[in-house]
């Protein structure tokens, strides 16, 4: 004879209405509603990850929630209702919906990790229970867990800020201004060492300077890039140098940054080392966020010099035909707790070097220093 399936026990049934019914007086206090995170899934993830993945989804969308009148769900709920109804959380076809709409959830949200060649690859989806829609999705992709961490905890919180309103309000109220967010600040203080000379009658002479080095790429819609540079020192006579320049730039899934930006500067360094001069400076520059703790700049550009003497122009022989001076090199950041972006706002310890082609010679500038993130806010 075919089996019949076992019905719920009496105590079972009781169990999960006085948990539903408990759920829904803690939204009815609340005069908001409910929204549930489910655990993750993954082919061959560890446990930990998977769990360590929620939660951070988890601690994004309360913070994106902050002020809505929705409440999270906490797992230790979640998993009392679904074992008081006999299931299991899932993620494949509409069974998250489903599931959310019987432990009484009004949004879920749902996630998996895999793990592809040499990176993790994290899927999150929002759905609204009561049509079964599916609101929105963030695809997430890093090289180490932590990053991965902590960009899902940034995506879970834009996607609930992004995609749930807030219950109506008792009355009109003015919209809420949300700010654009600028990425990939940075703020460098630093020690720099070169030497200078070597032609024109003039022996090489060691200079060194103390640096400041503030550079920004946006994350908004409107993509612009600063940089401004400034150094005083000695060794030689009086060195002095100062730029500030401007142009686009952008930050890409704040992992890669291009910048080319234009502006003025003047330098010099008294005692007839490099007489002073005003300079209109062209720079391009790529900034890379390599897994948790390392950032590398790399970045080129040329000087049209003025108002200056005929020794500083055409100081370069490898652009003298369009330019006066050339410089290229690069940085390396090496952060302690994450990328060298303002998300985690870290600090970094900064090692860089530049080639020079200035005053018919060639030199090598050394730099060494401190480097902190900065997060500017526009309106």
């Not at 998993?79 to 899932?90: A, E, H, S, Y």
């Not at 599916?134 to 996607?159: K, S």
């Not at 030497?195 to 060691?206: E, I, T």
């Not at 002095?240 to 940054?257: I, M, R, S």
């Amino acid at each position: 004879m075919p089996v019949l399936p076992r019905p719920l026990r009496l105590p079972s049934l009781i169990g999960f209405a006085c948990a539903v019914l408990v759920s829904q007086l803690a939204v009815s206090q609340a005069a908001g509603k409910l929204l549930a995170v489910l655990e993750f899934k993954g082919a061959e993830i560890k446990s930990d990850l998977l769990d360590a993945s929620a939660d951070a989804v988890r601690v994004g969308v309360i913070e994106g929630l902050a002020g809505r009148g929705v409440q999270v769900m906490t797992r230790a709920n979640i998993m009392v209702l679904l074992k008081d109804m006999g299931k299991q959380d899932c993620t494949e076809g509409d069974c998250e919906v489903e599931t959310a709409r019987n432990i009484g959830a009004d949004f879920v949200v749902s996630g998996s990790v895999v793990h592809i060649e040499d990176a993790f690859v994290a899927t999150l989806k929002l759905h609204e229970t009561k049509g079964g829609s599916l609101l929105a999705t963030r695809q997430i992709v890093a090289r180490l867990p932590t990053y991965l961490l902590a960009q899902l905890r940034e995506h879970g919180r834009t996607l609930v800020a992004d995609n749930v309103e807030p219950p109506p309000a008792a009355g009109p109220k003015e919209p809420e201004q949300v700010p654009h967010r600028a990425d990939g600040g940075s703020i460098v203080g630093a020690f720099e060492y070169s030497s200078l000379g070597g032609s024109n009658g003039v022996a090489r002479k060691g200079v060194y300077a103390a640096a400041l080095h503030v550079f920004f790429a946006s994350d908004s819609e409107t993509p612009l890039a600063m940089e401004v540079d400034g150094a005083l020192g000695g060794g030689s006579g009086l060195c002095y140098d100062f730029d500030f320049l401007l142009g686009p730039g952008h930050w890409f899934k704040q992992t890669v940054a291009l910048a080319a930006v234009a502006g003025l500067g003047f330098d010099g360094i008294t005692d007839g080392v490099m007489p002073f001069s005003f300079k209109a400076p062209v720079r391009l520059s790529l900034d890379l966020n390599l897994g948790a703790v390392v950032r590398i700049e790399a970045h080129a550009g040329v000087n049209w010099l003025f108002l200056t003497s005929n020794r500083r122009q055409s100081g370069s022989k490898a652009v003298g035909a369009f330019a006066d001076e050339l410089a290229a090199g690069g940085k390396i950041f090496i952060g302690r707790r994450g990328t060298m972006n303002s998300k985690g706002n870290p600090s970094a310890l900064v090692l860089g070097f530049t080639y020079l082609e200035v005053l018919g010679t060639r030199t090598l500038l050394f730099m060494a220093g401190h480097a902190s993130a900065f997060d500017p806010t526009f309106e």
